[in-house]
């Protein structure tokens, strides 16, 4: 428990110094995103000096190669369209194949885009979400990662798979409070936001960390992290209507989806053998969602 103290102080210690820079320099802390991003990595060799403990482990590389990584680059794909199609449930969004979402960030389309296949942007969207979602994404994600995937979890894993991921998942959403209140993920609405950011961040947890135990290594959620990241705005760039409170991976039709994944998690953490039907429970079970949402909408 010790280090686990020192590893949350060490973290927002460093938070409070990149604020106050950030506000002698008066510049904005979503700017030191990157930075910010390998705090945890950064606590975790503080901590280990202090300690003087082995800092390499081997939870930190990557541990051969099975479908759980598979898994990790995928799904977040797969939570995104569900999210859409969440989204579209709501009267006042509409799909929009042509990005006019894009106007939520301040971004004008080019006047010609609607001369080409709807399919395209589509199709260009999802391939680069693939394509950066393991690199560059998921290697920033490592500096989150080797803290609360690797270090955190290793610590806490003896208090059970549910409540470790409730610690860390609350841990990890405050931790992200700063960057939300300039704007980050929640620009319409940073105090509603910053709130919503801790429920998505214990709602995604469970997920992450089953792909920790699996991969036995934080590049596994590292994968998962990264392609999130390239997917978390899809849902906001093919959509018009509602913000962010409600569309998309960070808003209410996420939260239904991330819901419905631990659900089907516990079931089968609970009742079934994992190693066999958990890959593929949350491939089959989420794309019948979204089948039924399909013709919910059509």
């Known amino acids: 428990m ?73 799904l977040p794909l797969i939570i995104s369209i569900a999210s859409i199609l969440v989204s579209l449930l709501f009267p006042s969004v509409h799909f929009s194949p ?25 199709i260009n969207q999802v391939g680069k979400g693939l394509i950066f979602g393991i690199f560059p994404n998921s290697v920033f994600a490592i500096g989150e990662e080797i803290g609360w995937r690797g270090f955190l979890w290793n610590e806490i894993k003896n208090w059970g798979f549910w409540k470790s991921s409730l610690f860390i998942g609350l841990l990890w959403g405050i931790w992200h409070i700063p960057l939300v209140l300039d704007g980050y993920n929640y620009s319409s609405n940073t105090g509603i936001g910053s709130f919503m950011m801790i429920i998505f ?77 958990i890959p593929h429970t949350f491939l089959c079970s989420m794309g019948g969602t979204i089948l039924i949402l399909l013709k919910a909408i059509i």
């Open 98 to 122: 042509y990005m006019d979402g894009l106007k939520r960030f301040g971004i004008e389309l080019k006047k010609n885009i609607k001369d080409i296949s709807p399919y395209i942007p589509i």
């Open 201 to 277: 961040c214990i709602l995604l947890t469970p997920v992450m960390n089953l792909i920790r135990e699996k991969t036995n290594s934080v590049i596994g959620p590292a994968v998962f992290h990264g392609s999130l990241n390239a997917f978390a705005n899809l849902p906001l760039i093919f959509t018009t209507g509602l913000n962010e409170i409600y569309v998309g991976i960070y808003g209410i039709a996420g939260f239904s989806i991330l819901a419905i994944i631990n659900f089907i998690l516990f079931f089968y953490l609970k009742f079934s053998n994992k190693k066999t039907l």
């Open 2 to 74: 010790k280090k686990t103290i020192q590893f949350i102080l060490t973290n927002f210690i460093l938070i409070i110094i990149i604020y106050t820079i950030s506000s002698l320099l008066n510049i904005r802390i979503r700017y030191f995103i990157t930075l910010y991003m390998f705090f945890p990595m950064i606590t975790v060799f503080i901590i280990s000096f202090i300690n003087h403990s082995e800092l390499i482990s081997k939870w930190m590389f990557l541990n051969g190669l099975n479908k759980w990584y598979i898994i990790a680059w995928f």
